[in-house]
């Protein structure tokens, strides 16, 4: 498949093993944060939200975890499997728009 | 429910030639996005179409246009196209047009536009 990104950060970890995946945003008055998956030749596909009055939110072997004192988005995978391999995207939204600002990606490779 | 359903999947042009690429929304969804992606850049917003009419609009020339339909499907069009076109180019729908939820956004699998 295409390469999303040629020189992303990665990320490698043990399969089983928890994966954090952090971002920075940009913008401080943004409101609406979300996690995006990209797997090869794909578009990005959703994980998971959350929204500026909060701090912490589970999904299913997911969390997102935002800082907004110092901008700071993570993404945490338990127990990580193969299939996670993927580029991940963090994007903001401002205002209750549908324009996102996307992070540059960061790259899972997961090892069995 | 078919997700997003972008056309052409692929796509070979020459500089100085336009394109037009087609987005079907999934059924429901009255917002479309359109966003591009490439490996220097990441991905960047274009512009949102809802109800037929833009209402953003990202830091891209005038040469990138775009339209929505009567049935929410959209298109967007890259006149005289440049190297630096080169692309993916990516459509998402949402059925949330502003508020708490807005943001949520379903992507396709993109057209991806060589320009030689």
Not at chain 2, 3 to 25: A, D, E, M, N
Not at chain 2, 45 to 54: C, D, P, R, V
Not at chain 2, 71 to 88: F, K, P
């Amino acid at each position: 498949g295409e390469s999303v990104g040629l020189h992303l950060p990665t990320l490698s970890v043990q399969e089983g093993d928890n994966s954090i995946i952090n971002c920075a945003y940009s913008n401080s008055a943004s409101d609406y944060f979300i996690w995006y998956k990209q797997e090869s030749g794909k578009g990005p596909q959703f994980i998971i939200d959350i929204r500026s009055n909060m701090d912490k939110r589970q999904g299913q072997r997911v969390t997102v975890l935002l800082n907004k004192t110092v901008k700071h988005l993570s993404l945490q995978i338990a127990a990580t499997q193969p299939g996670d391999s993927a580029v991940y995207f963090c994007a903001e939204s401002t205002g209750g728009y549908n324009k996102l600002i996307f992070g540059a990606g960061t790259r899972l490779a997961v090892h069995p | 429910k078919a997700g997003v359903t972008q056309t052409p999947r692929y796509l070979i042009k020459t500089r100085g030639q336009q394109v037009t690429l087609s987005c079907s929304p999934i059924s429901g969804h009255r917002s479309v996005s359109w966003y591009q992606q490439t490996p220097g850049q990441g991905l960047q917003f274009l512009f949102e179409y809802f109800s037929e009419t833009q209402r953003n609009k990202g830091n891209f020339p005038g040469r990138f246009s775009g339209r929505q339909f009567s049935n929410s499907r959209s298109e967007m069009n890259v006149s005289t196209l440049e190297l630096g076109d080169s692309a993916l180019y990516l459509c998402a729908s949402s059925s949330k047009i502003s508020g708490r939820a807005a943001g949520e956004l379903f992507f396709g699998e993109g057209s991806r536009l060589t320009v030689l």
